[in-house]
């Protein structure tokens, strides 16, 4: 019932100046939201492939039909069973959980599967496939499942040169309770490309490594239906794509100021923010205090080995091009905001150089002027993921105001 009531709530939200929003909030571009998608989906329709964006990063229907309407779409990935329940049942069929399986977790799969959705799991070792396939001999289903290669030395996945995959398949394809759908992977190191040619080089390691371990299945008799690569940073710096059936992404819906950089897109790009409101001031100290501290951004700190280190996140709109705000420091409900000198154009190029504090005694009379009691900030993520998972919803923003509310989910 109470979960009725907030519904309904939902659906009747009415227009809010964002300066009267409840804070801390996050508030979602809508415009520039759309452009991000329509980005992606327009490279990857370019190269005659298909997305299977990762909703981990929003966690909403809102933001998935979203990025359905942009076209060339296949499918969703899911980081836990969790957004695979919340997905199937508003209508999301063909879901890959792209976390590796372990035996806890294949009486919820097989619960899914039953009730009628396409849902493939993950293996990346001898171990855990026989755990997991001795538990999958317990219920009526077929369980089709992908192997993950390690095409980056990031963090899982199996060697896409060695024995393992191979007998892994082997495995699969000789159970009767299991279907081996073909492989996936994720160079996530490309989260340290800084250059253009290091993600080009990175996009085309991935995507070729995943190539040589679907010809080495084929040459064994085995055939991969899905071949599936990606990350925002791949994603975008991929140029062909032969052989490949399907780009994941997740967090280039939003973008953040890893992203940026990473050079992935402009600060302006970025879709999501928190608005927090100014407590009040340490004024010798030149020191900015808000209601929003780390659990409104996250604790990612994800900008800290970056030529521009933005602490827990940069006040928008960024104030010139020399100097800017950003939360420099944050308690759990507390944060504070500083002024900043940006890092020259050399020092980005060439890799991380701490942000420089600005001269406080000059910055002081500034910064209190740009942000008196009261005064609603905003400030955009390191890292959007992790800040959109400390909440349950969005308010949607047009033309500076909100304009919808859009539930999201969390947990497992
Ligand atoms: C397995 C998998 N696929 C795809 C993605 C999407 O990558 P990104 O967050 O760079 O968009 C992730 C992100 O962590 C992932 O873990």
Redesign the pocket.
């Known amino acids: 019932m109470q979960y009725l009531i907030y519904c309904m709530a939902l659906m009747h939200f009415t227009p809010t100046n964002i300066e009267d929003l409840p804070t801390p909030c996050c508030l979602i571009d809508k415009a520039k939201m759309q452009r991000n998608i329509a980005r992606l989906s327009a490279h990857i329709g370019n190269l005659q492939c298909t997305l299977r964006p990762?909703v981990?990063?929003h966690k909403s229907i809102e933001v998935t039909k979203a990025i359905i309407d942009a076209g060339n779409v296949k499918g969703i990935?899911v980081?836990t069973l969790k957004e695979a329940d919340y997905f199937f049942k508003h209508g999301m069929n063909d879901i890959l959980y792209?976390v590796g399986i372990t035996p806890n977790k294949i009486a919820h799969v097989a619960q899914l599967i039953e009730e009628g959705c396409d849902l493939t799991v993950v293996v990346d070792n001898e171990d855990m496939l026989s755990l997991v396939l001795d538990k999958m001999t317990q219920h009526n289903c077929v369980f089709k499942v992908v192997i993950e290669l390690d095409t980056d030395g990031h963090r899982s996945g199996v060697n896409p040169h060695s024995d393992a995959l191979l007998s892994i398949a082997k495995h699969i394809s000789n159970s009767n309770h299991a279907k081996f759908e073909g492989v996936m992977t994720?160079a996530?190191e490309s989260y340290a490309c800084f250059t253009e040619k290091a993600k080009q080089d990175m996009a085309a390691q991935e995507r070729d490594l995943t190539l040589l371990a679907v010809k080495r299945l084929s040459e064994c008799g085995i055939t991969c239906n899905t071949v599936s690569i990606?990350?925002?940073?791949t994603a975008f710096a991929v140029d062909q794509l032969d052989g490949i059936t399907e780009v994941?992404?997740?967090?280039?819906v939003f973008f953040d100021l890893v992203m940026a950089g990473l050079g992935v897109c402009d600060i302006d790009d970025i879709a999501m923010s928190v608005l927090g409101t100014v407590i009040g001031h340490q004024k010798d100290k030149g020191w900015v205090i808000t209601d929003a501290g780390w659990m409104a951004m996250s604790r990612d700190r994800g900008t800290a080995g970056h030529a521009n280190d933005y602490g827990y996140g940069l006040v928008a709109p960024s104030s010139s091009k020399d100097k800017c705000y950003i939360m420099s420091d944050a308690n759990q409900e507390h944060g504070i905001i500083t002024e900043v000198s940006h890092a020259s154009s050399e020092s980005s190029s060439k890799g991380p150089s701490k942000m420089q504090q600005g001269d406080q005694t000059k910055n002081t009379v500034d910064i209190i002027t740009h942000f008196p009691a009261a005064k609603a900030i905003e400030i955009l993520p390191n890292h959007a993921?992790a800040t959109a998972a400390q909440y349950h919803h969005y308010y949607v923003v047009e033309n500076g105001v909100a304009v919808d509310k859009w539930h999201s989910i969390g947990g497992w």
Do not use: F
Request: charged residues 10%; proline residues 6%; glycine residues 16%.
């Open positions: 990762h981990k990063t990935t980081s792209a994720h996530g990606g990350s925002t940073p994941r992404a997740g967090v280039y993921c």
